[in-house]
């Protein structure tokens, strides 16, 4: 008999920034071809092939930027950044023309308080993490330091904690969201710790073991490091979107309540664990890696099936890779040469334009 694994797909709902980011942009995927080049073994992906198609998603964004240096939109840094940061991670130059219009466009968002957003932004925290990335990523000699240490400035004030008046004790703390004073979720918190590291802060460094209560809330595992109801109720190791306010999950609620957990949000969960430094042999990572070897799929985002799925892939390909994992042993014991896997699929829905494309109008 076989046992039908897929979580409850939710409804379909309004999309956020998310969806605004990852439905249509190739970013993800050429980060995440990157990715599948950082170690590869001998039964590993063609690096001719991945070449080839990371090659075509850079040249995809190089077209698709305007004049002023932006993609999409000249007041959408959140955007600019990611395919800039793309296109550096794909081994283009810092002084390439495409990349240097991005920088100086970015450049033209960063602020006296030291964050890189637009005027009346919502996403702050998104917007200068990104942001942070990509100057990152071209401050190879130190020409973009002030701006990065500025940048890692403003995050450090954006987050909930005692400066804003938020005990320990409070499902938000540690947690950054949208912006000053918005809810935060773990999608959020995520793009901190990243860019934080990448600025080269410590993995012990006070803001990224605050996040670590914050993403330790997120897990559907009662322990002593989640101790809210949501994580009695599935106790199945995975991660859902945030405990705060309330808590939400975008898979849905489960009959009683619980917050259903998902792939996209279970990799994030791992991702930022191992930027924070927690073990391989700790509760929380164990609990997370069976849910995502019960779970493991190239073809979509366990519990939200389509949507948010270029989201996933980078996501996915980004914890594996952070995790040094070579071979995938999902629940059955199957061994899946995960960077092999993913290659060969991206490879396949690679459009004719160089760009990947997501249908599903939600993410």
Known sequence: MSVDRSPTRPA???????????????????????????TLSAAGPDPAKLAQARNRGADFLRKSQSADGSW?????????????????????????????????HLQSFVRDDGGIYAQDSKHRNYETSIALQAFQAANVDGRHQQVVDNAVKFLRGLQWDEEEQTPESDPAYGGQGYGSHQRPDLSNTAFFIEALRDAGIPQDDPAIQKAMVFVSRCQNMESAYNTTPFARQVNDGGFYYTPAAGGSSQAGLTPDGGLRSYASMTYAGLKSMIYAGVKPDDPRVKAASDWVRKFYSIQENPGMGQQGLFYYYHTFAKALSVMGVEQF?????????????LASHLESIQLDNGSWVNSESRW
């Open 12 to 38: 379909r709902a309004a999309g956020t920034l998310e969806g605004y980011l990852m439905r249509t942009l190739c970013w993800t995927v050429v980060c995440s071809v990157c990715l599948l080049t950082s």
């Open 72 to 104: 999409t939109s000249p007041n959408a840094p959140g955007i600019s950044g990611l395919c800039t940061f793309a296109l550096l991670r794909s081994g283009v130059s810092a002084d390439d023309p495409s990349v240097a219009k991005g920088l100086k």
């Open 329 to 341: 042993e999902d629940a059955d014991g199957v061994r899946h040469d995960w960077r092999q896997e």
